[in-house]
T-cell receptor, first 111, second 112 residues
Framework: SQTIHQWPATLVQPVGSPLSLECTVE??????LYWYRQAAGRGLQLLFY??????ISSEVPQNLSASRPQDRQFILSSKKLLLSDSGFYLC??????????FGQGTRLTVV | GENVEQHPSTLSVQEGDSAVIKCTYS??????FPWYKQELGKGPQLIID?????GEKKDQRIAVTLNKTAKHFSLHITETQPEDSAVYFC???????????FGKGTMLLVSP
């Protein structure tokens, strides 16, 4: 069966520090991969998605970037964190059109 | 692009009552409509979905209805239980797209 791993679960980082969140998927090949952010107020904001290695689409211009170095690995990065980057970051995958399965999320607090 | 509106933002019911959450969408090309349940501190979990060639789908105590003419779809939970308490999200996706557009969520509170 397919599983998605996302880490770390929680992270506290100072303003101006770099960020690297990693997500891996097991049990499937060539998945679509997604990064979402969920701020206070519960809404899910799509940040990036990827349909293949090295193919990244950005939905919202911001202080973050994404990379897909391997088929089942998706990384969310920042060179310098801002206070406004705090939130709950979710990785998701799908293999059929649009049906998405989420990881357990990373709670990021920028202080 | 697609816009999904979800109501209500908060819903409180007594255990055993039914709960209904409604969503509307804007893009008539949307043909896939999933519902997710998110418990506190966890990622959203897909609980049921419906495609545009179906008007209603049921899975035990939950059901989803779709009205493509009116561009709205609803989640129905019957015989609610305290463990149904969570935030529920609806979403929509147009044909040919790889991404979902989510509603803002409904916090469902089921009191014993």
């Amino acid at each position: 069966s397919q599983t998605i791993h996302q880490w770390p679960a929680t992270l506290v980082q100072p303003v101006g520090s770099p960020l690297s969140l990693e997500c891996t998927v097991e049990g499937t090949s060539n998945p679509n991969l997604y990064w979402y952010r969920q701020a206070a107020g519960r809404g899910l904001q799509l940040l990036f998605y990827s349909v293949g290695i090295g193919q990244i689409s950005s939905e919202v211009p911001q202080n973050l970037s994404a990379s897909r170095p391997q088929d089942r690995q998706f990384i969310l990065s920042s060179k310098k964190l801002l206070l406004s980057d705090s939130g709950f970051y979710l990785c998701a995958w799908s293999v059929r059109m649009a049906e998405a399965f989420f990881g357990q999320g990373t709670r990021l607090t920028v202080v | 692009g697609e816009n999904v509106e979800q109501h209500p933002s908060t819903l409180s019911v007594q255990e055993g009552d039914s709960a209904v959450i409604k969503c509307t969408y804007s893009d008539s090309a949307s043909n896939y409509f999933p519902w997710y349940k998110q418990e506190l501190g966890k990622g959203p979990q897909l609980i049921i979905d419906i495609r545009s060639n179906v008007g209603e789908k049921k899975d035990q105590r939950i059901a989803v209805t779709l009205n493509k003419t009116a561009k709205h779809f609803s989640l129905h939970i019957t015989e609610t239980q305290p463990e149904d308490s969570a935030v529920y999200f609806c979403a929509a996706s147009p044909t040919g797209y790889s991404t979902l557009t989510f509603g803002k969520g409904t916090m469902l509170l089921v009191s014993p």
